[in-house]
T-cell receptor, first 110, second 116 residues
Framework: KQEVTQIPAALSVPEGENLVLNCSFT??????LQWFRQDPGKGLTSLLL?????REQTSGRLNASLDKSSGRSTLYIAASQPGDSATYLC?????????FGAGTRLTVKP | GAGVSQSPSNKVTEKGKDVELRCDPI?????LYWYRQSLGQGLEFLIY????????KSGLPSDRFSAERTGGSVSTLTIQRTQQEDSAVYLC??????????????FGSGTRLTVV
């Protein structure tokens, strides 16, 4: 059974800092890995999707990497802003099974 | 539709009543998931539909929970005899395909269920 772990559980940084969120998974036979953002009381917004054959994806200030062999992904956020404050979730999909980590709660202080 | 639509957005019900939650996936998406997120917790898988195949019900927490998907499109999650521990946000997601790495999942905004 796939297990997904996210570290740290919470992170607080001053505005402007670059930061890295970590996601690890136990079964490397994945179809893809997806990073989501969730604002309090809201649904999930997809940020980046990395296919199993890819190593990284970039969107604006966000860069996600994938190392299947080691079962790890990182989400890099450059020049963080207060509007980036949210919970970030990673999810891995294999077969018909999508498993989520518990998330990292990010606070960016002005 | 342009996105995954869930209704109602909020539902308050009395303990013991039945509730129905609706998910309208993106048109043409064959894969549909239901998840539950309790306050401060991660996402808990409930049930998965893929086309006309038998659904994967392995995540349903009890026999009070059931779901159906009519015509391969709209899905309804039914909770019978609701309990206070059923209070959570119920999220629905859909995807065009299952067994490909090319597609991610799009989530709806969720239904916040409160059992009083």
């Amino acid at each position: 059974k796939q297990e997904v772990t996210q570290i740290p559980a919470a992170l607080s940084v001053p505005e402007g800092e670059n930061l890295v969120l970590n996601c690890s998974f136990t079964d490397s036979a994945i179809y893809n890995l997806q990073w989501f953002r969730q604002d309090p009381g809201k649904g999930l917004t997809s940020l980046l999707l990395i296919q199993s054959s890819q190593r990284e994806q970039t969107s604006g200030r966000l860069n996600a990497s994938l190392d299947k062999s080691s079962g790890r992904s990182t989400l890099y956020i450059a020049a963080s802003q207060p509007g980036d404050s949210a919970t970030y979730l990673c999810a891995v999909t294999n077969n018909n099974d999508m498993r989520f980590g518990a998330g990292t709660r990010l606070t960016v202080k002005p | 539709g342009a996105g995954v639509s869930q209704s109602p957005s909020n539902k308050v019900t009395e303990k013991g009543k039945d509730v129905e939650l609706r998910c309208d996936p993106i048109s043409g998406h064959t894969a549909l998931y239901w998840y539950r997120q309790s306050l401060g917790q991660g996402l808990e898988f409930l049930i998965y539909f893929q086309g006309n195949s038998a659904p994967d019900k392995s995540g349903l927490p009890s026999d009070r929970f059931s779901a159906e998907r009519t015509g391969g499109s709209v899905s309804t999650l039914t909770i019978q005899r609701t309990q206070q521990e059923d209070s959570a946000v119920y999220l629905c997601a859909s995807s065009p395909r299952r067994d490909t790495s090319n597609y991610g999942y799009t989530f709806g905004s969720g239904t916040r269920l409160t059992v009083v």
